[in-house]
């Protein structure tokens, strides 16, 4: 019956009834041309780039893309130059003066750090569009089909792909404007959620089939221990350590100000997916190396083995190092320490200044140390459920980026929604407080 009001609650708010149409208008546009093939590839011929792209970073890319990477579509760079654009420009903003000046500009300085990004994009899709062409090339002769990729073709079909990915950016930006939540990140939230249908199907007739007995009762199981791990992935995107903040009273003319207490929140999972993305960029090195060798066994060849122990230990244990890393250099103590001296406020029991930063620090390093091993386990999962038995494609969605981005960009749009129905003075979706979004918990990106 709740849910029922909480539907007739937001379809009579018209904004948002209009808002929603919008967003699922250019999510069907953009799932449509996800399906339109590259001119001059026959779809029939794809059978290999699509076992290419099972495993690892292929996997990873194919998912952002939505399926288009392995279908060789006009969208098959998908957006993941601009996620690799935003992270460079993000770094650079951290170490160059220059971008760190934009960062401050408000408004201005966003929409220059933006301009930027797009032409950053451009130069890695001009990159990348070849490099996709060349490897497709690859895998549609390995399979015994043939497709031309003279110069000219190249860079007609590279114009083509660069133009496919910018189209989604503009769609993103327009779910930004005039649809609801975060439109590139709501775009990765489609691309990953087209996957689960098939995946579930599978792995139900999977077990059904079983010769043994007892599929329906596992798959159930199954089940049960999805929805405990998206639980779990609901606490480390919410997670938060409050830091109380006093603030000083300051008295202008006849007016008081300041004196009330504040809260600092810190994340868990400041990184989000970061330490993930750059864990699994970095394994992929040792699988690229043996791909040129002829010999595929020692300490490389166990890297190349995407459920094995070594291969799962060292990636772990790289999560749990760049969690700490990008936290590092996310999350500042002393930017924290000196706003809040600049505005009068304060720590109770510690003095301003060097004192602020030690506690704040020490603070950032208890709260990330389960954080980030939590972070590991989730990444780890899908290969543990796999050895378990698990079908591929299903193990995918108990752990790792899919489980995290599908977390944390439905809870920021759950909560986005419930603002529009609060400002019109309805019922929340949620009885028990606020959904606490990305904007208190960990991000996509």
């Known amino acids: 019956m ?3 009001k909480t539907i ?4 009579s708010v018209e904004d948002l009834r209009k808002r929603i149409g919008i967003t699922l208008l250019l999510v069907i546009i953009y799932r449509f041309g996800c399906y339109v093939v590259l001119p001059g590839i026959n779809p029939d011929e794809l059978l290999a780039l699509k076992n290419f792209t099972a495993d690892g970073l292929m996997q990873l890319l194919d998912m952002f893309s939505g399926g288009a990477f392995s279908q060789a579509s006009i969208f098959a760079l998908g957006i993941m ?11 650079l903003g951290m170490v160059l003066p220059a971008f760190q000046k934009m960062q401050r500009e408000g408004e201005s300085g966003r929409m220059k750090l933006n301009q930027y990004t797009r032409y950053l994009t451009v130069l890695i899709l001009l990159l990348q569009g070849p490099a996709y062409l060349m490897n497709l090339k690859y895998q549609v002769q390995a399979a015994g089909g043939h497709v031309e990729m003279g110069f000219w073709t190249v860079a ?8 496919g990915s910018m189209f989604i950016m503009w769609l993103g930006e327009r779910i930004d404007q005039k649809g609801v939540g975060n439109g590139i990140s709501f775009i990765i939230l489609i691309g990953i959620i087209a996957r689960l249908p098939e995946a579930f199907i599978q792995e139900f007739t999977g077990r059904l089939m079983n010769s043994q007995g007892g599929g329906l009762v596992l798959f159930l199981v199954e089940i049960i221990i999805l929805l405990a791990v998206i639980a779990g992935a609901v606490l480390l995107v919410q997670g938060t350590r409050k830091v109380p903040v006093q603030y000083a009273k300051r008295v202008v003319g006849n007016k008081q100000y300041g004196g009330a207490r504040q809260y600092i929140p810190l994340k868990v999972n400041a990184a989000g997916v970061m330490p993930i993305i750059f864990a699994q960029a970095i394994m992929f090195i040792p699988v690229t190396l043996v791909g040129f060798s002829t010999n595929h066994t020692g300490f490389f060849g166990a890297l190349t083995d995407m459920y094995g122990f070594w291969y799962n ?18 999350v500042r103590p002393a930017q924290m320490a ?31 140390l389960p954080g980030s091993i939590f972070l590991g386990i989730v990444a780890i999962l899908p290969a543990i459920a796999h050895i378990c038995g698990l079908n591929r494609n299903f193990a995918s969605f108990f752990g790792g980026t899919s489980l995290l981005i599908l977390v944390g960009v439905v809870l920021d749009t759950l909560r986005i929604i419930e603002g529009h129905l609060l400002m019109r003075h309805y019922d929340g979706l949620m009885k028990d407080g ?12």
């Open 2 to 4: 709740g849910f029922t």
């Open 8 to 11: 007739k609650n937001i379809w």
């Open 81 to 91: 130059p601009y996620i690799t654009a935003s992270i460079v420009i993000q770094l």
């Open 156 to 163: 007609f079909m590279t114009i083509v792909l660069a133009a």
């Open 313 to 330: 230990l060292i990636y772990f244990i790289m999560i749990v190092a760049f969690t700490y890393f990008y936290t590092a250099i996310t």
């Open 338 to 368: 000196e706003d809040m001296k600049r505005n009068n406020g304060f720590i109770p029991g510690i003095k301003p200044g060097k004192p602020t930063v030690d506690y704040l620090d020490s603070i950032m390093s208890r709260i990330t």
């Open 434 to 445: 606020r959904i606490k979004g990305r904007t208190t918990g960990s991000g996509a990106f």
